[in-house]
T-cell receptor, first 112, second 113 residues
Framework: QKEVEQNSGPLSVPEGAIASLNCTYSDRVSQSFFWYRQYSGKSPELIMSIYSNGDKEDGRFTAQLNKASQYVSLLIRDSQPSDSATYLCAVNPPRGYSTLTFGKGTMLLVSP | NAGVMQNPRHLVRRRGQEARLRCSPVKGHSHVYWYRQLPEEGLKFMVYLQKENIIDESGMPKERFSAEFPKEGPSILRIQQVVRGDSAAYFC???????????FGSGTRLTVV
């Protein structure tokens, strides 16, 4: 059973639209959740973290967490072509350390 | 304040050679993590180290791979007798104690020919 699952995409949205990226995780006791953005050939860049149920907003980004459904999502409002990248969902498993389990990522393409 | 520094950026090795990847954490960070990203695969945790200690190496292959984080100097990920399947991007991250959601270095892209 995969620990963190994401649709590989690509998810195509027009410029200015809302992009919705989804992630499910298998370990119910996971406590910390992260979204990373990775441009082709570059390293992952942390864009959002969320620890409690509900929404967390940061600029054009909103992370949503539903622990009962074991579901975390990332909304990108007013999508720009520069948002085109692969978005990685990461979960901190209950090992007691700061290691992360990543999904394979969803590729987002924002067309002008 | 420099971020996580990794070198070399690109490394080409012939099958059977050794690869040494270096990672200098953010100044003051005592925790280092190594991840590997194979083509078309997600990031996979390899090893978590603190100064002079391996805390969790559950993601590291049992043979040919080793890691260290000495009291002085960078963390080193060593791959002995490399094979084509070792070709991947290797990323290092660092954090202060207790932090989550750390920052990655720019990575080392290893190509085994």
């Amino acid at each position: 059973q995969k620990e963190v699952e994401q649709n590989s995409g690509p998810l195509s949205v027009p410029e200015g639209a809302i992009a919705s990226l989804n992630c499910t995780y298998s370990d119910r006791v996971s406590q910390s959740f992260f979204w990373y953005r990775q441009y082709s050939g570059k390293s992952p860049e942390l864009i959002m973290s969320i620890y409690s149920n509900g929404d967390k907003e940061d600029g054009r980004f909103t992370a949503q967490l539903n622990k009962a459904s074991q579901y975390v999502s990332l909304l990108i409002r007013d999508s720009q072509p520069s948002d085109s990248a692969t978005y990685l969902c990461a979960v901190n498993p209950p090992r007691g350390y700061s290691t992360l389990t990543f999904g394979k990522g969803t590729m987002l393409l924002v067309s002008p | 304040n420099a971020g996580v520094m990794q070198n070399p950026r690109h490394l080409v090795r012939r099958r059977g050679q050794e690869a040494r990847l270096r990672c200098s954490p953010v100044k003051g960070h005592s925790h280092v993590y190594w991840y590997r990203q194979l083509p078309e695969e997600g990031l996979k945790f390899m090893v978590y180290l603190q100064k002079e200690n391996i805390i969790d190496e559950s993601g590291m292959p049992k043979e040919r791979f080793s890691a260290e984080f000495p009291k002085e100097g960078p963390s080193i990920l060593r791959i002995q007798q490399v094979v084509r399947g070792d070709s991947a991007a290797y990323f290092c991250a660092s954090s202060p104690p207790g932090a989550l959601g750390y920052t990655f270095g720019s990575g080392t892209r290893l190509t085994v020919v």
